[in-house]
């Protein structure tokens, strides 16, 4: 067929013509073949799904990477925070960087909780950490005598 343009018609008229529109599939198969194939005008979005799916295999990589890290014991260790079910909820338990917030309405046990935590923590690692309370007035520490409510 040469450089010339081909669609499904040209494509069967050169198969005839060579004997092998029959091995070939014939005009049926042609078509069908055609329906199916993605065609450039949706290239746009199919470039949106190749993007996504390489997006996914690089993530999943990372997790993989972190997860086979941390089962070597090299990767990023979680600082237990003393309580089973609380270290199960946080896989592990608390992670360095994060910042944690505890809330709930008055009296419920915010600040025992945090206390509980923070001394679990400091007595079983070297985890650190700078618990506050929104409920209590913040002493300064760089500014001794100074309070913030």
Not at 27 to 48: F, K, M, Q, V
Not at 117 to 125: D, H, V
Not at 133 to 138: F, K
Request: with cysteine; net charge neutral; glycine share 12%.
């Amino acid at each position: 067929m040469g450089n010339r343009p081909a669609d499904v018609v040209t494509v069967f008229e050169a198969q005839q013509g060579q004997g092998h529109a029959d091995r070939a599939g014939g005009l049926g198969y042609l078509t069908e073949l055609a329906h199916r194939t993605p065609s450039a005008a949706n290239i746009a979005r199919y470039a949106e799904i190749v993007r996504d799916r390489a997006l996914l295999r690089e993530l999943l990589a990372e997790f993989c990477d972190s997860v086979d890290a941390r089962a070597r014991g090299s990767g990023e260790m979680a600082i237990p925070t003393g309580l089973n079910s609380l270290d199960t909820a946080l896989n592990g338990g608390l992670r360095q960087g994060n910042l944690v917030i505890v809330a709930g309405r008055p009296s419920m046990g915010k600040t025992a909780l945090t206390t509980d935590i923070g001394l679990n923590m400091s007595a079983t690692s070297s985890g650190r950490g700078m618990p506050t309370s929104s409920s209590a007035p913040l002493v300064c520490a760089a500014w001794p005598g100074t309070t913030r409510a």
